[in-house]
Structures are given as structure tokens and as C-alpha cells.
């Protein structure tokens, strides 16, 4: 588990899924809304950086997209939330475990302070599979509504708790609601989604969550405890009313046979310019063809396409868990040390997590124009490098000593190393394995492989959390960084041979090039 000391205990966050842009971005989206006709999709391209006006203006049959970007945006309050659970930690485990500690009336051990840490872990990873449920019967608007109410009990129960068992059992609670909305939020974005701003929109997420993380990082580092506490517990709350306004996802409306309302959602989402009633019969189209033609769950998830899509997503989860990502978060303090730069801990997490932020950012704005295959390739291939780097500089630190000249002579590397790393992993590596579960999945296993995905995540997330530094006791600071920089590797390598660019592709494409059979021309949907 994690040690006591600063370096360890502020940057506990990274043994969560940093998607987390997605922890579980498009997870239960209906494919419906890829069955778009291909010439919409094509006109709507390339059209992110373009000004506001652009946004709003609408252009043939391709609709207004800042409907889209504001829906989306309110529900990433949400992503705020829980940016700030998975922040949470980071400034204020150090502090309640300290002996002269006055923030609680109750003292709290370090290894408290360890599953206090983690527990969220476990609360996140045991909801992803039944809100997948709750969500197809309530309805993703409803489900992320009644979410607000368990994380504010969660954190009030942390805010006002008078003893560890408290503490803990509002963390549990909060991880619960943190990792159920992972699972809504990013299902939502998708669904009120043109596919030219799929990517884009999606990726907001994964913002909105190292946004949380870092004013988790600034405002839990300046404050008490408590003022913190009470600033997490408001946050949910605004989500809430202001979400409140947001119409539901016309999927969901369309399966439910409330085929009125889902027209009056497109329009908010899209204006009255666009042709509503072409989009909203394909919906409708697809939603009979699914009723009408059931398949059993077993022959839809056996599949030679689903099985592919399958393999692709429960590998990408692996591939982010294992990358080594926690162990650099975990080693920030000593690797900014080691660069002869005197920055205090806090300072140090605050200067990553702004990182983390600006990286995010630029990854949303290319993402729907480089593609997710380049950003994967990209990202696992520098965070290989990366962490060769790192493994060289602990190894040669451990063998020749910190004061030696040949190790004094590369101490810019780690810190050089180190914000390379993280950019790479927000780049790539960090928001779209989230987002590729999502879009690889037709409707009738969505669901099922998206929700059990981030349980695998969020599972992986809390043994590596358990294990990194018995680890590192056990083989030593350099070898662990190695064998990530050998993982990295192999993710490459599966990257390049086996992930398909899902970029502006439909829903149909998207199978075809799983290896599915192309679509008679008397089957394609007619506008």
C-alpha cells in the first residue's frame, strides 16, 4: 500500500483509471445514432477550432453543434465531481495522518489512511455493471440526477464524520457515485453526439476530470480540511440543478417509444434548420430492427466482430492500468527532487496536474482530427521512451549513488522524462481506451462489455495501487519503470496490428472493419 510520507500519500489519485475521460466514457451508447447517413457525417467533419458563430449558424442538414457542446459540457459537471473524489486524497491523506493532526476529532494510521485512499476504488468498481441496468430503465438524464443525492451523502458523511469508519464508508459511498457516473455521463455526451464531434465532445470528460484533480491539488493544499470537504460536497449539487435543463438522450427516448419527446430533444440538440425527421427515423428504424429481430445475448457476444471488439477493449484497460502511469504520479516528489529543483510536494502535484489539464485539452481538439489510432500510437510509444528514461536514471542512481557526477550530470532527465510521460499518457493513453469501448460495440453488448471493461479498470487500478510499492522494494525503482517501458511496447505493437481508426466512422464502418460483412445496397438505410 502506500507509504506515510508526502511523496507517496499526496499524488494517491493516479492509482484511479485518469480516464477516467472517460471512467466509463461511452459505455452504454446506443449505435443508433452512427446509423446517421454517411454524407451528414462527412459534411459535419474538421469542424472543431472553428469560432462560436460557426457553432451556431447551422449549415445545410448538419445542424447547430453548440446545443451539443453546452449539453455536453453541463453533464461534465458531473466529471467535476468526481475529478475532485479521485483529488481528494492526494492533499488530504498527509494531512489527517500526521500526529499532531487536529482536522478530524479521531486519529487516523497510515494504513487508514491507505484504505481510505482506495476504498473508492472498490466502490466504483462494484457499480459499473448494475447502473448499466438502472440506466436502460431510468434513463441516463434521471440516473445522473439521482446520483447527486449519494454523492452528497458520501461527502458529507466524509465532511462531518467522527470516527475512521465513517470516513471510510463515505468514501465507499462517493466511489459508488463517482464510478457510476463514469459509466452515464460519457454515455450521455455520445448519444446527443453528431459523429463528426463524437470524439471531441467525449473527450470533455476526461477535462472535466483532471479539472476535479486539479482543484483538488490547489484548493485541498490551501485550505482545512474541512472548507475542502464542504466545497466537494457543493459541487454535486450545482451539477444538479443546472443539469436539470439538459434534455435526454433521444435514444433512449426512441427505444422507450416516446418517439415525440425524442423529436423535441433533437431539436433542442440540433435547431429547428436540421432535418429532425430524417435523424429521428433512422433512430426509429434501427430501434424496431432491434425489437423485431432479437438476437440471444450469447450468439451477439460470440461473434467473430464482437469477440475482436472484445479483445480490443479489455486490452486497452490493461495496457492504461499497467502503464506504469501510477508509479510515475507516485514518484513526482522524489523525481523533481532529484532534478535539484526544491519544489514542495504540493507545488509539485499542482504543476502535474496543470499538465494533465493542458494535455487533456489539446486531445479534445484533435482527437476528431488526428483519429484515436494515431493518438494511442503516439502516446504509448513516448510513454515507452519515457519510462526507459526514468528506469535508466533509478538504476544508474541506485548503482552509483545520487551524489555521483555521472548521475548529478542527467538530473535534468527525470523531470524532462516525467512531464513528457503524463502528456503523452493525457494525450492517448488516458481518455480513449474509454472512448474505444464505446464506439467498437454494437447496442446489444454495449452495455455488458462497456460496464464490465471499467470493473476490470477500476479492479486493476486498485492492485496496482496494492502492489507498486511492495514492488519497488522488491526489484527495485529502475527494473519496475523498465518493465512498464517493456508493457508500453507490446501496447504499441497491439495498436499497430490490431486497433481500427474509428475516426467520423458510422457504426456500420466501424464492424465492417472488425471484420463483419458488408451491407447489401437494398439494407442501407433510406433518408
Known sequence: MFGSGPTSSVLTLAAFPIFPAQVIAN?????????????????????????????????????????????????????????SMLGWSSPVIFKITQANSTDYDFDVSSTQG????????????????????IMDVLGRKKTMLCLVLPFTLGWLLITFATNVGMLMAGRLITGVAGGAFCVTAPAYTSEIAQDSIRGTLGSYFQLMIT????????????????????????????????????PESPNFLVVKGRNEEAKEALIRLRGRNYDVDNELNALITKAEEAKNNPVSFLSAITKKTALKAILICYALMLFQQLSGINAVIFNTSAIFASAGAAIPSAIATIIIGVIQVVATFISSLVVDR???RVLLLFSALVMCVCSTALGVFFFMQDFHGADSSIVEAISWLPLLSLSLFIVAFSLGFG???????????????????????????????????????????????????????????????????VIPE?????????????????????TTTKK
Open 114 to 133: 491507505d484504505w481510505v485512499s482506495s476504498l473508492i476504488n472498490l466502490g466504483a468498481a462494484a457499480v459499473c455493471f448494475p447502473i448499466g441496468l
Open 211 to 246: 479539472v476535479g484533480i486539479l482543484f483538488s491539488y490547489v484548493v485541498g493544499s490551501y485550505t482545512s480540511v474541512f472548507v475542502f470537504n464542504i466545497l466537494c460536497t457543493i459541487i454535486p449539487i450545482i451539477f444538479g440543478i443546472v443539469f436539470f435543463f439538459m
Open 431 to 497: 481518455p480513449i481506451p474509454w472512448m474505444m469501448a464505446g464506439e467498437l460495440c454494437l447496442i446489444d453488448i454495449k452495455a455488458f462489455v462497456g460496464s464490465t471493461a471499467g470493473t476490470f479498470n477500476w479492479l486493476l487500478s486498485f492492485t496496482v495501487t496494492s502492489t507498486f510499492n511492495s514492488l519497488n522494494r522488491a526489484i527495485g525503482q529502475g527494473q519496475v519503470f523498465c518493465m512498464f517501458a517493456g508493457i508500453m511496447l507490446l501496447g504499441f505493437v497491439f495498436i499497430f496490428f
Open 370 to 372: 488526428l483519429g484515436r
Open 502 to 522: 474509428t475516426k467520423g466512422k458510422s457504426v456500420d464502418e466501424i464492424q465492417i472493419m472488425l471484420g463483419a460483412e458488408p451491407p447489401t445496397p437494398n
Open 27 to 83: 459505455t452504454i451508447v446506443s449505435n443508433v445514432m452512427l446509423s446517421i447517413p454517411q454524407t451528414q457525417a462527412n459534411n459535419g467533419m474538421a469542424e472543431i477550432g472553428v469560432s462560436q458563430a460557426a457553432l451556431v449558424e447551422p449549415r445545410g442538414d448538419t445542424g447547430r453543434k453548440l446545443p451539443q457542446y453546452i449539453a455536453a459540457l453541463t453533464a461534465t459537471l458531473g466529471a467535476l465531481a468526481a475529478g
